[in-house]
């Protein structure tokens, strides 16, 4: 029987006023909304550097031959 890992925010802001977030026990879709619930207002998630782990989830596929992201499946 495997644990999943629990779900949890890191929100780091560093003295020049970047910020950096990572999310921990979410995958595509899941982190960026979460990350858009806690920072909306604050900070534009839509310029959020995506780690690999974001692509795992299953409704996020990637057409390599033109570059286009499709989040949501169908």
Same mark, same amino acid.
């Given at each position: #029987? +495997? #644990? &999943?890992?629990? $779900?949890? *925010?890191?929100?780091? *802001?560093?003295?020049? /006023? +970047?910020?950096? /977030? &990572?999310?921990?026990? #979410?995958? %595509?879709?899941?982190? @960026?909304? $979460?990350? &858009? &619930?806690?920072? +909306? %207002? @604050?900070?534009?998630?839509?310029? /959020?550097?995506? $780690? ?5 989830? /299953?409704? =996020? ?6 570059? =286009? =992201?499709?989040? %949501? %499946?169908?």
């Amino acid at each position: #029987m +495997s #644990m &999943e890992q629990p $779900k949890s *925010v890191e929100i780091l *802001v560093h003295p020049d /006023a +970047s910020v950096e /977030a &990572e999310t921990f026990g #979410m995958k %595509g879709e899941e982190c @960026l909304d $979460k990350l &858009e &619930e806690l920072l +909306s %207002g @604050l900070f534009d998630v839509d310029d /959020a550097i995506l $780690k690999p782990e974001y692509y795992d989830d /299953a409704n =996020v596929e990637i057409n390599r031959d033109d570059d =286009v =992201v499709d989040i %949501g %499946g169908d």
